[in-house]
Nanobody, 128 residues
Framework: QVQQVESGGGLVQAGGSLRLSCAAS????????MGWFRQAPGTERKFIAT????????YYADSVKGRFTISKDNAKNTVYLQMNSLKPEDTAVYYC?????????????????????WGQGTQVTVSS
């Protein structure tokens, strides 16, 4: 069982920045990909960004491209999400997730159903 602990959420003004972290608890951690998703009240969980754990290939949702950056530290079993130029519409609970199957390759990295383990979520609130 893989446990992931997210941190770094909080309240920030529009235009500000936050950096989210997600650390996996297991020693031998080798997912196919890690992803960040977010969920606002009354909406479905949506893809934000993903990174291939070995190759480092990244993909972003159009809504955050150019503002958010996903990165990883393999030695620390940690994935990060640097969020800049935050907007009120970025307000949501942010989740990290680990995908261990490589079925379909990177094409499925945007799908919620492709991920096996999820963190508990961290709240990000952007005030106008």
């Amino acid at each position: 069982q893989v446990q992931q602990v997210e941190s770094g959420g909080g309240l920030v003004q529009a235009g500000g920045s936050l950096r989210l972290s997600c650390a996996a608890s297991v020693r031998a951690f080798s997912p196919y990909a890690m992803g960040w998703f977010r969920q606002a009240p009354g909406t479905e969980r949506k893809f934000i960004a993903t990174i291939n754990w070995n190759a480092g290939t990244t993909y972003y949702a159009d809504s955050v491209k150019g503002r958010f950056t996903i990165s990883k530290d393999n030695a620390k079993n940690t994935v990060y999400l640097q969020m800049n130029s935050l907007k009120p519409e970025d307000t949501a609970v942010y989740y990290c997730a680990a995908r261990f199957s490589n079925f379909g390759g990177n094409a499925y990295n945007r799908d919620v159903s492709s991920y096996d383990y999820w963190g508990q979520g961290t709240q990000v609130t952007v005030s106008s």
